[in-house]
Each structure stands twice: as structure tokens, then as C-alpha cells.
């Protein structure tokens, strides 16, 4: 089964924007390497928890895969509920509004320095609004165009660094020049022409 069927298939659970009526991302990602690396025991960090969905997609789905998930909003990880259903799935905090929950403390800041994973198979950038530096997330300038700077030396043969949500056209070329190594490496996807809505659009890095 395709990471697409899988998440429309249990809709009620995994209510996942990158299957919906307005993008279709993880039908690309079957394409890429859902399918074939099902099984594969791979890390894969998600930048953008949101409410969750797509992170306990990809945690029922990648069934020997351990799932990093960044979260710049406390309050949001405190709202995914029953985390101890989900065990290979670890949470981290990208500091950015103040504590309001209790139990906030208990989720780490996220520091690229400190970070316990130093290698990934999979990066999924699905924060629009992710700063340009980690360190510094007042920063807020050209949004994404460091996704792929942080991570690419990071990651094992094979692995990706996947941009979803490109927020304009224009910022294709932006996040590209901003990348310090191979460009030719990048690909755009376009999947506008089966859903047309503004942003059904991503940037994939593959290390091959």
C-alpha cells in the first residue's frame, strides 16, 4: 500500500494537509521513496508537527523508521495526545513563543549543535514560517532558504531533503541560490496540474 492510500484510507486518524483536497505530497513521496523504503529502518525529521498528523502517518506507516519531529509551538506538542502509542516518535522544541504549558519543559529546545541525530535518511521541511536560522528564530528572512544548507551534509546515501509548501514561484530560484552546494542536486515538483491550489508545490534534494 502507497503512503497516500494508507493516510486516506484511515482519514478519521490521519487528517494530513499532504493528502488533502489542496496538496497531494505524499503521493510524490510514494514516487520518491515511501514505497520502496517502507521498511527500511530509516531516521526521519520532520520540521513542523503542527497538529500531528503527518507525524503519526509517518510513524504507523515507516513501521522500522525512528520519527524526529520539530515544533517551534509548545502548546502544539502538548496537544498530541497518547504519546506513548507512539514510541519510535521523539519530540523537540524550536524555541520560539514563551512556555504557557506545564508540562512545555518537558519537550527539549531544538539546538543544531546539541541535537542528538546527526544523520538522516529523510528531512521534511513543512513549516512555512521556519526562520532562516535555527539559533536565531526572531530571523524570520527568506523563509526555507536554509533548509537545505542545514541538512544536506547530514544526510545518509540516498537520503532526501524535501521542501513542501513553496510559498511563491519566485522563491524557487531564491531557495536554490541560497543553497551553498550542488544545485543540480535540487528538483521542483509542480503538482499543480492535479490539484490546482497555490502551494502544491515542493523542492527535493536527493544525495545520490
Known amino acids: 500500500m502507497s503512503l497516500q492510500q494508507f493516510c486516506q484510507n484511515e482519514a478519521a486518524q490521519y487528517e494530513s494537509h499532504s493528502a488533502d483536497n489542496q496538496h497531494n505530497?505524499?503521493?510524490?513521496y510514494d514516487e520518491l521513496f515511501a514505497?520502496?523504503?517502507?521498511?527500511?529502518?530509516?531516521?526521519?525529521?520532520?520540521?513542523?508537527?503542527?497538529l500531528g498528523a503527518s507525524t503519526r502517518c509517518y510513524h504507523d506507516y515507516f513501521v522500522n523508521s525512528k520519527i524526529l519531529t520539530i515544533e517551534r509551538n509548545q502548546d502544539l506538542i502538548d496537544m498530541f495526545t497518547?504519546?506513548?502509542?507512539f514510541p519510535r516518535i521523539?519530540?523537540?522544541?524550536?524555541?520560539?513563543?514563551?512556555?504557557?504549558?506545564?508540562?512545555a519543559r518537558d519537550v527539549p529546545k531544538f539546538d543544531t549543535s546539541t541535537f542528538p541525530y546527526q544523520k538522516f535518511d529523510?528531512?521534511?521541511?513543512?513549516?512555512?514560517s521556519l526562520p532562516k536560522d535555527f539559533n536565531n528564530p526572531i530571523d524570520q528572512v527568506n523563509i526555507q532558504t536554509q533548509t537545505f544548507n542545514r541538512f544536506y551534509d547530514k544526510l545518509n546515501p540516498g537520503g532526501m531533503i524535501i521542501i513542501d509548501c513553496i510559498q511563491h514561484d519566485s522563491y524557487v530560484d531564491i531557495i536554490k541560490n541560497a543553497f551553498v552546494g550542488d544545485k543540480s542536486k535540487i528538483k521542483f515538483?509542480?503538482?499543480?496540474?492535479?490539484i490546482d491550489y497555490y502551494d502544491n508545490t515542493m523542492l527535493v534534494y536527493t544525495n545520490d
Open 189 to 194: 515538483y509542480d503538482l499543480r496540474h492535479m
Open 82 to 85: 497518547n504519546k506513548h502509542e
Open 122 to 128: 529523510i528531512v521534511i521541511d513543512d513549516c512555512v
Open 35 to 50: 514505497i520502496t523504503r517502507r521498511y527500511d529502518p530509516m531516521v526521519i525529521l520532520e520540521i513542523g508537527t503542527h
Open 25 to 28: 505530497f505524499f503521493y510524490k
Open 90 to 103: 521523539e519530540f523537540f522544541w524550536l524555541e520560539w513563543f514563551s512556555a504557557s504549558s506545564p508540562h
